[in-house]
């Protein structure tokens, strides 16, 4: 018999004193859900808690693991976790509501109602910002680079304000693409306090928590303050586990303290339409349209898919030790909400094998026929095989022959003609073509979602001591409010940041290097090095100026 662990026992007992639904999960399900958890099913790990609802009402609620290793307690289906990205859709409803409420418009310059953010001589609009295509740097990211990364330091929406109004641009025109990045929802909650008169938790309370009887949830606004029955977030060691717990004061791109119960609740309302009524829910679920009329599937806070041929509504969320995702699938009227304290859960796998419990067989739907592709030979697929760079961002972009085939990374490039190319079953095509001045072809791309970059022929770079010595030298962003040096040490190059940081500089193609902060770029004018260009995920091109 199979030994049973404190987490059950108290399971059991909360279980037998919570009101019971119309219809609970059948015992088979509840066996496989069991399965998928079983690894956290121990007094010796932090864990999760999952919530399942079908038209409306709870169906399952179960959680394992601890909520506190310190102190012997139990992770609960009522236990109180922080909900990551999830947290975005109800800033989003804070504007939206607002919008209709007639105090602002979505359309609205944000600079009406944030002077501090600079004039980039375009207008980033309220929705630009909802759906992730302002351009905005990502302030996260900009202070990682200063050497602040989150979590290191008390981080305000004060801190927010001033590293934004320091950005001397933005890494793309407004509307221009969609780019991830928590800004436009830390400045979000900003608008409301601005717009509304009321802080934004307190906002959040009076508007959406009370009304809805989300009685569980609130946001963390100052990370101190104690919060009863709130699940301690952990990162996972070779041995045992670290606390990993958000040490900031920002939120509304996350920062929200809730449970399962509680997000069965807001996610009952994103159908009904109890709270907003239906204005309300349209807006919350309208895509982002590009400025060249493309439609993306990020909505307000919501990503708007599909999974297993199921329409899809969901977000996942990841914050310190935290994990959390959140998912509605209309056509069968259920509803999932996870939520973790361990690091290493991955929340949008775990939230999906518990959907496929309850989910209809997918309809077998028959494949588009393709092209089975033509036999080039050894040579010309050589030819096509190399080091690339992105001709917008500078992002390397290698092909390798691997056994007979050209890969990009691990995706298997299927000739279609001698210049023509399918990349993996979204119909992303790479097509070759004379690249000017190079004895090596070029690459154009499309994206299945018609998105194109275009990728030139580049060497692979093995500088010399003369050429690592030029990029030498002090270099200071006032973006970033940061100096750093560049030095030569051991035959390769070298970032100093204060106090003490140590980062190597591995070469690319001339003038490009990877390091741990992103891509390192150098400048020259009038063949002088002047300055360096940082890019990362959500930081495409910050300068630093040579000083020396």
Request: charged residues 20%; proline residues 6%; positive net charge.
């Amino acid at each position: 018999m199979k030994k049973t662990t404190r987490p059950q026992i108290l399971l059991a007992a909360l279980l037998a004193a919570a009101p019971v639904s119309a219809a609970q999960a059948p015992a088979a399900a509840v066996a496989r859900i069991d399965q998928i958890f079983e690894q956290w099913n121990t007094t010796t790990s932090p864990g999760c808690a999952v919530g399942v609802a079908h038209n409306g009402r709870t169906t399952l609620a179960r959680a394992w693991g601890m909520a506190d290793l310190e102190h012997n307690a139990a992770n609960t289906p009522a236990t109180i976790f922080e909900a990551g990205s999830v947290s975005k859709q109800f800033t989003a409803a804070a504007i939206v509501l607002l919008a209709l409420d007639g105090k602002l418009s979505l359309e609205d310059d944000i600079r009406k109602y944030l002077p501090e953010i600079p004039d980039y001589g375009t207008t980033i609009t309220i929705r630009h910002m909802m759906t992730h295509t302002s351009g905005l740097r990502d302030w996260g990211s900009v202070a990682g680079i200063a050497g602040w990364p989150r979590t290191t330091r008390v981080h305000t929406h004060d801190h927010v304000l001033d590293i934004l109004s320091r950005q001397r641009a933005l890494n793309f025109p407004p509307g221009f693409e969609y780019s991830y990045s928590n800004s436009g929802y830390n400045l979000l909650t900003i608008i409301v306090d601005r717009v509304s008169g009321t802080p934004f938790p307190e906002f959040s309370k009076q508007r959406i928590f009370g009304p809805l009887g989300m009685t569980s949830t609130q946001w963390r606004d100052d990370h101190t303050r104690i919060v009863k029955g709130r699940a301690t977030a952990y990162s996972a060691r070779q041995r045992g586990f670290s606390i990993a717990m958000p040490f900031e004061n920002v939120y509304g791109n996350g920062g929200l303290l809730t449970t399962v119960g509680d997000l069965l609740i807001w996610n009952e309302n994103l159908e009904t339409g109890r709270l907003g009524g239906p204005a309300f829910l349209e807006t919350l679920h309208r895509v982002g349209v590009l400025s060249d009329g493309r439609s993306i599937t990020y909505a307000s806070g919501l990503m708007i898919g599909a999974h297993r041929g199921t329409r899809e509504v969901s977000h996942t969320g990841s914050t310190a030790g935290y994990r959390a995702f959140l998912a509605r699938y209309p056509d069968a009227k259920l509803s999932v909400a996870l939520l973790c304290n361990v690091g290493n859960a991955n929340p949008g796998a775990l939230g999906h094998q518990v959907a496929d419990v309850f989910l209809p067989a997918p309809l077998v739907v028959a494949e588009p026929e393709r092209e089975a592709g033509v036999q080039l030979s050894a040579t010309q697929l050589e030819a096509r095989a190399g080091l690339y760079r992105d001709a917008r961002t500078g992002e390397p972009f290698r092909l390798s022959l691997d056994d007979g085939r050209l890969r990009a990374g691990n995706t298997a490039l299927v000739p279609l003609s001698p210049t023509s190319f399918r990349a993996g079953a979204a119909g992303r095509m790479l097509s070759f073509e004379a690249s000017p001045g190079s004895t090596r072809m070029r690459i154009r791309e499309r994206g299945a979602q018609g998105d194109t970059a275009t990728y030139e022929p580049v060497p692979a770079f093995t500088p010399t001591a003369a050429e690592l010595a030029a990029f030498a030298g002090e270099y200071s962003s006032p973006d970033t409010e940061t100096g750093i040096t560049v030095v030569v040490a051991d035959d390769r190059l070298f970032l100093h940041r204060r106090p003490a940081a140590r980062l190597p500089l591995t070469p690319v193609y001339p003038g490009a290097f990877n390091s741990p902060i992103g891509l390192i770029r150098f400048f020259r004018s009038n063949g002088e090095v002047t300055e360096l260009s940082v890019r990362q995920g959500r930081v495409y091109d910050l300068r630093f100026g040579r000083a020396r």
